[in-house]
């Protein structure tokens, strides 16, 4: 059965620091990955999306960067943190873009201070 | 602009009544509609999902309707029960990734 993998599960770092979020996913190949973001008072906002490996698709100009080194590994970065991105961050992973159903991790509580 | 609106944020229902959870969508090209439950400090899980060319889904206690001429769906949770209590996403999609309402608070009075 297929399993996906977030961590850290909660994180604290301060303003201008970096940031690496790691997601993984285990019984499935060529999966279509994703980052999604909730924050506060917010709906769940699509980051970055990637149907293979090296390709990236960004939804959202923000102080955020994705890569994925490897078919199942997807990661969320930035060089330097702002208060505004701190939210609750969701990897998920499909078989298909659209019309299909996405798989969520159980995503990483991130607070900037 | 939001294409996806839950316009209620929350919503309290007595245990053993029935839930109605509210959608609408503003893009035409939308042809599959899915819910998601969420507890807090965890990921969404899938509830129940329809195609545009069905105005109904059924899945034990959870029904989905489909109204798209009036761009709307539903999700109807009969009986409701303490556990249902959660964070409920409306999602859709064109063929591109999931669009995400800002869900609705559900809460199941005993």
């Known amino acids: 059965s297929q399993t996906i993998h977030q961590w850290p599960a909660t994180l604290v770092q301060p303003v201008g620091s970096p940031l690496s979020l790691e997601c993984t996913v285990e019984g499935t190949s060529n999966p279509n990955l994703y980052w999604y973001r909730q924050a506060a008072g917010r709906g769940l906002q699509l980051l970055f999306y990637?149907?293979?490996?090296?390709?990236i698709s960004s939804e959202v100009p923000q102080n955020l960067s994705a890569s994925r080194p490897q078919d199942r590994q997807f990661i969320l970065s930035s060089k330097k943190l702002l208060l505004s991105d701190s939210g609750f961050y969701l990897c998920a992973w499909s078989v298909r873009v659209g019309n299909y159903g996405y798989t969520f991790g159980s995503g990483t509580r991130l607070t900037v201070v | 602009d939001q294409q996806v609106k839950q316009n209620s944020p929350s919503l309290s229902v007595q245990e053993g009544r029935i839930s109605i959870l509210n959608c609408d969508y503003t893009n035409s090209m939308f042809d599959y509609f899915l819910w998601y439950k969420k507890y807090p400090a965890e990921g969404p899980t899938f509830l129940i999902s329809i195609s545009s060319i069905k105005d109904k889904n059924e899945d034990g206690r959870f029904t989905v309707f489909l109204n798209k001429s009036a761009k709307h769906l539903s999700l109807h949770i009969v009986p409701s029960q303490p556990g249902d209590s959660a964070v409920y996403f409306c999602?859709?999609?064109?063929?591109?990734?999931?669009?995400f309402g800002k869900g609705t608070r559900l809460s199941v009075i005993a």
């Open positions: 990637s149907v293979g490996i090296g390709q």
């Open positions: 999602a859709a999609s064109d063929g591109t990734p999931l669009v």
